[in-house]
C-alpha cells in the first residue's frame, strides 16, 4: 500500500493513518498490514468473504501476509 500511496514505507502508511482515521487504525486489532485489512474491512462491509486486495497476488510480501496456502 506505501507504493501505491507513493509513500517512503509501512511506517509513513501507520502515521498518515493514525493522524487522518484514529478510529480505523484502533479497528486493526490483529495488526495486519494496511492494505490487507481494509481489503477485508472493505469485504466485510459489503457482506462478502475475505480475500486479498487487487495486486496482493504479485507483492513480493504476499507470503508474509498470506502464508504460502493461498489468498486468506
Not at 493514525?18 to 490487507?36: C, D, F, I, S
Request: proline share 4%; glycine share 14%.
Amino acid at each position: 500500500l506505501w507504493r501505491d500511496l507513493g509513500l517512503s514505507g509501512r511506517e509513513d502508511v501507520t502515521a498518515l493513518l493514525t493522524r487522518h482515521y484514529p478510529g480505523l487504525v484502533a479497528r486493526n486489532t490483529g495488526n495486519l498490514r494496511w492494505k490487507k485489512f481494509l481489503a477485508y474491512s472493505a469485504f466485510a462491509h459489503a457482506g462478502l468473504p475475505a480475500q486479498a486486495a487487487p495486486g496482493c497476488a504479485h507483492c513480493e510480501d504476499h507470503g508474509l501476509c498470506y502464508g504460502t496456502g493461498g489468498q486468506r
